[in-house]
């Protein structure tokens, strides 16, 4: 069994930064992709930025010169440094992990709002 827990999420204002981390830990032979994920109410929830274990890294275009994903191989942890936030980033953040499955964290809400 695999668990992940995320940390990080708040209210910020427009333009502010927030840091989100999420660790790894059980029955974890090697983690192939970490990454983060959003869902805004009403709305599917859509991939933030992934990073492999080789260091490729992908960003949604909306995320792009914003946002930042770093990965640590050997704790087994990621985080998503924010900035510039926007309204529109107002979301349950998930932090998603691909071993042999794919595992998700329980989500921290994002609010970014004056």
């Known amino acids: 069994q695999v668990q992940l827990v995320e940390s990080g999420g708040g209210l910020v204002q427009p333009g502010g930064s927030l840091r989100l981390s999420c660790v790894a830990s059980g029955s974890i032979f090697r983690i192939n992709a970490m990454g983060w994920y959003r869902q805004a109410p009403g709305k599917e929830r859509e991939l933030v930025a992934l990073?492999?274990?080789?260091?490729?890294?992908n960003y949604a275009d909306s995320v792009k010169g914003r946002f930042t994903i770093s990965r640590n191989n050997a704790k087994n942890t990621v985080h998503l440094q924010m900035n510039s936030l926007r309204p529109e980033d107002t979301a349950v953040y998930y932090c998603?992990?691909?071993?042999?499955?794919?595992?998700w964290g329980q989500g921290t809400q994002v609010t970014v709002s004056s």
């Open positions: 998603n992990a691909l071993i042999k499955s794919n595992y």
């Open positions: 990073i492999t274990s080789g260091g490729s890294i």
